[in-house]
T-cell receptor, first 116, second 112 residues
Framework: DGGITQSPKYLFRKEGQNVTLSCEQN?????MYWYRQDPGQGLRLIYY???????QKGDIAEGYSVSREKKESFPLTVTSAQKNPTAFYLC???????????????FGSGTQLSVL | DAKTTQPPSMDCAEGRAANLPCNHS???????VYWYRQIHSQGPQYIIH???NNETNEMASLIITEDRKSSTLILPHATLRDTAVYYC?????????????FGKGTKLSVKP
């Protein structure tokens, strides 16, 4: 089945440690995104990528880094500089419609990151 | 993206229609209205979108007022599995600009 796979489902980070969240899609989508969700809140955009080897900062990029070496993969690293990393992290992808009339986001099932 | 306003919560009886309102009074002419929903601890799921005309698919119907300042998502026969947070978004782009603004949405509780 086509879709977006995020792993792991749960992740724990020790103080001062970098951790990497995986996101893989087999939908042949060009664009991929990372969002952060805090309890009872909406989603906030961390980074997005519209094409391989290119990505842009979202609203809350500080303390995070990404790479887009392959179309299928968009891993997110939560660095030690992110002082409040506990949150639910969501990866999404979309097919780029040149007319931007029928685009929609497809989301993974999320990774819950907690600090030990 | 235009700002949207939704009630924080709603209840609906199982089997009845759920009507979820959304105000987007500052929507511009080239902005679409999108609806997504998020079941607890899962990623959001696309439901439907529209520009001017009413839309219907296998999941729901979208009614947009003539002046486009508000819309209503209708789940015709709500089930317990429809319990979720529903997000209304007004955006020019579906997602390639990464600028879909997911606010707090409406928490719909479907009760037996």
């Amino acid at each position: 089945d086509g879709g977006i796979t995020q792993s792991p489902k749960y992740l724990f980070r020790k103080e001062g440690q970098n951790v990497t969240l995986s996101c893989e899609q087999n939908l042949n989508h060009d664009a991929m995104y990372w969002y952060r969700q805090d309890p009872g809140q909406g989603l906030r955009l961390i980074y997005y990528s519209q094409i391989v080897n290119d990505f842009q900062k979202g609203d809350i990029a500080e303390g995070y880094s990404v790479s887009r070496e392959k179309k299928e993969s968009f891993p997110l690293t939560v660095t030690s500089a992110q002082k409040n990393p506990t949150a639910f992290y969501l990866c999404a992808s979309s097919h780029r419609d040149s007319l931007a009339t029928n685009e929609k986001l497809f989301f993974g099932s999320g990774t819950q990151l907690s600090v030990l | 993206d235009a700002k949207t306003t939704q009630p924080p919560s709603m209840d609906c009886a199982e089997g009845r229609a759920a009507n979820l309102p959304c105000n987007h009074s500052t929507i511009s002419g080239n902005e679409y209205v999108y609806w997504y929903r998020q079941i607890h601890s899962q990623g959001p799921q696309y439901i439907i979108h529209g520009l001017k005309n009413n839309e219907t698919n296998e999941m729901a119907s979208l009614i947009i007022t003539e002046d486009r300042k508000s819309s209503t998502l209708i789940l015709p026969h709500a089930t317990l599995r429809d319990t979720a947070v529903y997000y209304c978004i007004a955006s020019r782009w579906g997602g390639s600009q990464g600028n879909l603004i997911f606010g707090k949405g409406t928490k719909l509780s479907v009760k037996p």
